[in-house]
């Protein structure tokens, strides 16, 4: 299944990650708590990290694995294609048929509340990689745009500094590992 997904992210301290939190809670808003597992995979020549995709096998409290092609397009959206790790034509044929010659080179957990709103999904994250914890928040909703005045609303609500050019959690943690084997 593919779909276009328009998000924004800012990594936060671990102060505002739970001044975030108790605010949510005292909003008494519904939200949902998930625990994901993502391996983030590549090939030897490390094609998914130079053409600047992602590509991951998530678990999300334990249960069914999902393969998901990440490919970010110049509008800073990206298109996702989610496929199981069964039958995965779309991403096969997006890598060429060799999805076989990829391998796991980064694992990130991450501890995650999603708050639904009327028109726009809000996370919070507490992410665990290569000995590392980090914080983040991130807003998904029906443009790129919107994603950004969104963003910039919490930015300036809890003081948070937005930046343009956010590396994912998924870059931050492949980059962690291959500082490690430099």
């Known amino acids: 299944m593919e779909h276009i997904e328009y998000e924004e992210r800012v990594l936060i301290s671990k102060d505002s990650y739970h001044k975030i939190l108790d605010d949510i809670k005292k909003e008494s808003h519904p939200f949902k708590q998930l625990e994901i597992e993502n391996i983030y995979l590549d090939n030897d020549d490390s094609f998914i990290f130079k053409t600047k995709k992602m590509l991951r096998i998530r678990t ?58 009327e028109d726009y999904l809000f996370i919070i994250d507490e992410n665990h990689y290569h000995d590392i914890i980090d914080y983040d928040i991130e807003v998904e909703t029906s443009s790129q745009q919107k994603a950004k005045e969104i963003i910039l609303k919490y930015c300036s609500k809890y003081n948070l500094k937005y930046d343009s050019h956010y590396r994912s959690k998924s870059h931050r943690a492949v980059e962690a590992v291959r500082k490690d084997e430099d």
Do not use: Q
């Open 60 to 117: 999300i409290n334990n249960k069914e694995k999902e393969l998901t092609l990440k490919i970010k397009n110049p509008d800073n959206s990206c298109i996702e294609i989610n496929e199981t790790l069964d039958k995965h034509p779309i991403i096969d044929k997006e890598l060429n048929g060799k999805f076989n010659k990829y391998h796991p080179i980064a694992k990130l957990k991450t501890k995650r509340i999603e708050v639904p709103y």
